[in-house]
């Protein structure tokens, strides 16, 4: 529970260091299949589906919604016509780095009542890389 608990919160703080990019205002079960279709491109809904735990026709509504706002693009599975391949569309990278986006050290520091700079890199340090792990660790798993 802690851990589900500390990923919420850190969800919190990343929308907080995100002011004027829209994100924070898609529902969090929007948000959800945003952030697991940027970290696995290519996905299918029922792949979508497995990983965030959502229902099918969650994610298939906001895969549309998404879709509808152009921060999606979806094309038929060249393997299986059947199934639905899911993206970030690629005008979203340039949209992301033309809106300016606050870092986030200042939201982490006043979260957690940090005054002294060494220690505020500190814990960014251990947030950077507790990330990177996370993210070599689902390259691992991807591969195999």
Known sequence: MQLYVLGRRLMKLGEDAMPG????RLPSSVRTVLLDVSEHPGSSISQIVGRTGFPQSLVSAAVARLREGGALETQPDPADRRRTLVR?????PARTARARIDPAEPVIAAALGIDSRAELKRVV??????AERLAAADRTTATH
């Open 125 to 130: 340090g251990v947030l950077s890389d507790l």
């Open 88 to 92: 970030v569309s690629p005008k979203v």
């Open 21 to 24: 990019t829209g994100f924070a």
